[in-house]
């Protein structure tokens, strides 16, 4: 409602103005800290709730789908805002009890009070919605090649690798855990539920060691104490323990020691069955990242090992390693199954670790190209071809986005323009998915099938996007259709998900397979078939008439005998082109019986 006022002008017409009072926005209803009772309808990608209230949408952490619950808003924004779960009022039917007791305030389970049915589904449904909101696949299209999702048969307990930070809790006894969600305030647990059952004694005899000497743990506002972290790895099939102690100095004592009364320490854990391997990592780097560039053993050897499969593996403490084994062989058998390998196959696998993928494919291709960034975990690739005898795979140190573009150019060069050309592709790259030079270099190697592990569907779906158009401007390089795809749970309780796919240049809808015996072939037909001069002859000598080319290819384009695209066409679209006059179309379709052509 608003209210009229009329203005008349001297001489002239009235002109009415209106006045209307400011209308209130959705965000402006919504005040921070304010409590709202609402419904759980969705959950995003993160594992918050979602819900509504008059049409504005809030994000609630911890809350499920079908929960009725009551928030308090912690930022409200113009179309949607943030709240924090209060309490649950009527929980949802796919509501459990978390197994950790500091499962909430931990950033490492978003969704340990989701059933397990229901986070399969909800990841699932996570990598569906980004490849067609993202990658633009139509649904009736995923549905078609989608397989179902692989799940665990016991979704705790299952990461061989964890590192644990060091810190001061306010009675300034050292605590060690995991950090709480988007902050470093660590949250003090010594029993994570998703790591090897060993690792809460370790801990716990790491921390009474700390306080026996007072071993001050890493500040991070004062870059002061000694322990940062430590990163423990456990072979589910070998039972090797790996300990790795990330500390705050550059190098040992004289005596040797990187921390007081070491010796001490190492012997108690080397007591502990299965301790393959005791190291430490200096780390004096103000930053974030956990591990320093090199390691030192303190006792043991440097690496342990552990299987995938039939192939054995060395796992230093700077190597890229699944953490979930009894999924990662799923993963990588499903990804070997694509790649659809007879033997005769040469295969580059890009971003390739220390060769995990690489010599699993190298059991069945004839040659495996591996290309990774990081030199120690080349080292440990070519160690693990030798350790299984594995002669037909070859890596190489550097950027895939710079190494498999340049061997392009190279081979080219070399081989008097001939282009390169690779069987299956193979890529499992980091959560930013693939360099545009390398998608680019892809398309141009024109590889029967791209076998395309992923860690993040959103840049998955970005990815193949591009792979599907292939290079528009060039037909050489014709895109890929998704052929398979399935997602994989190698994350538990958390939110996130492996995707693979198979990408194949072979559109399976408009292929067949067919034998044909030359025997079955008539070729009386193609026989028979005239020249344009031989039909001008025979209307010429039987009615007297002449006949020009371009007739006689109307004539045929009527009669459906296929001609070459473009000839005898208009050269414009606006161009006049003279039509064959009936006496003539009659005459040449009586030469065309003649010579069996209809």
């Not at 809460?200 to 972290?229: C, N, Q």
């Not at 408009?510 to 015996?517: C, P, T």
Request: glycine share 8%; net charge negative.
């Amino acid at each position: 409602d608003g209210v009229v006022f009329n203005l008349f002008i001297w001489g002239r017409s009235k002109i009415q103005f209106y006045y209307v009072p400011k209308l209130k926005l959705k965000g402006e209803n919504m005040k921070k800290n304010e409590l709202i009772t609402l419904k759980i309808e969705d959950i995003g990608v993160n594992g918050e709730g979602i819900g509504k209230v008059d049409g504005y949408t809030l994000f609630v952490k911890d809350a499920l789908i079908g929960d009725r619950a009551e928030v308090k808003i912690t930022k409200a924004k113009k179309n949607y805002g943030y709240a924090r779960l209060m309490q649950v009022l009527e929980p949802s039917c796919d509501r459990v009890e978390a197994k950790c007791p500091v499962a909430r305030q931990c950033g490492g389970c978003q969704i340990q009070e989701l059933s397990y049915e229901k986070q399969l589904e909800f990841k699932e449904k996570k990598v569906r919605g980004n490849l067609e909101r993202i990658g633009g696949f139509a649904p009736e299209e995923l549905d078609e090649v989608m397989e179902p999702i692989c799940g665990m048969e016991e979704p705790f307990y299952y990461r061989n690798k964890a590192q644990f930070p060091f810190g001061t809790d306010k009675e300034g006894n050292p605590v060690t855990g995991f950090y709480a969600g988007r902050t470093h305030d660590i949250i003090a647990n010594t029993n994570c539920i998703l790591g090897a059952a060993v690792n809460e004694h370790i801990l716990e005899s790491i921390l009474d060691f700390m306080k026996k000497y007072k071993i001050r743990s890493y500040d991070e506002k004062t870059g002061t104490g000694l322990f940062r972290h430590v990163l423990l790895r456990y072979g589910f099939t070998t039972k090797e323990i790996m300990v790795c102690f990330v500390v705050n100095k550059d190098k040992a004592d004289k005596s040797g020691e990187w921390f007081p009364h070491q010796k001490e320490l190492v012997e108690e854990l080397a007591k502990i069955d299965g301790m393959t391997s005791i190291t430490a990592s200096p780390n004096t780097k103000r930053t974030n990242v956990i591990m320093g560039d090199t390691f030192e053993v303190l006792w043991g050897q440097g690496y342990i090992t552990d299987y995938i499969g039939s192939v054995k593996y060395q796992i230093s403490p700077l190597s890229f390693y699944q953490v979930n084994p009894v999924q990662t062989e799923k993963l990588y058998s499903q990804a070997l199954e694509y790649a659809g390998l007879k033997g005769d196959e040469t295969v580059w696998d890009l971003y390739c670790g220390i060769g995990t993928i690489s010599l699993f494919l190298a059991q069945k291709a004839k040659q495996v190209y591996g290309v990774e960034i990081v030199p120690p975990a080349i080292d440990d690739a070519r160690e693990n071809a030798l350790l299984n005898g594995i002669e037909n795979a070859q890596f190489f140190v550097g950027k895939s986005e710079e190494i498999l573009p340049k061997y392009y150019k190279d081979y080219e060069e070399q081989h008097g323009g001939e282009k390169a050309h690779a069987d299956v592709i193979v890529v499992d790259p980091p959560r930013k998915g693939c360099d545009a030079e390398l998608l680019e270099t892809i398309l141009k190697m024109q590889p029967e099938r791209i076998v395309y592990v992923s860690c993040d569907s959103a840049t998955l779906a970005r990815d193949l996007k591009i792979l599907c158009e292939g290079a528009q401007e060039d037909e050489k390089t014709a895109g890929y259709q998704i052929e398979k795809w399935r997602a994989v749970d190698q994350f538990p309780m958390t939110t996130h998900v492996e995707t693979v796919c198979l990408l194949s240049k072979l559109n399976a809808k408009q292929h067949i397979e067919v034998d044909i015996h030359m025997d079955e072939l008539d070729l009386t037909d193609a026989e028979k078939k005239a020249t344009y001069s031989e039909i001008k002859e025979y209307v010429l000598e039987h009615t007297g008439l002449k006949v020009s080319s371009l007739y006689i290819a109307q004539v045929k384009q009527k009669c459906g005998i296929i001609e070459r695209e473009n000839y005898n066409k208009p050269k414009s679209d606006d161009a006049k082109q003279p039509q064959c006059p009936p006496d003539k179309e009659k005459a040449i379709k009586e030469a065309l019986k003649h010579f069996g052509m209809i």
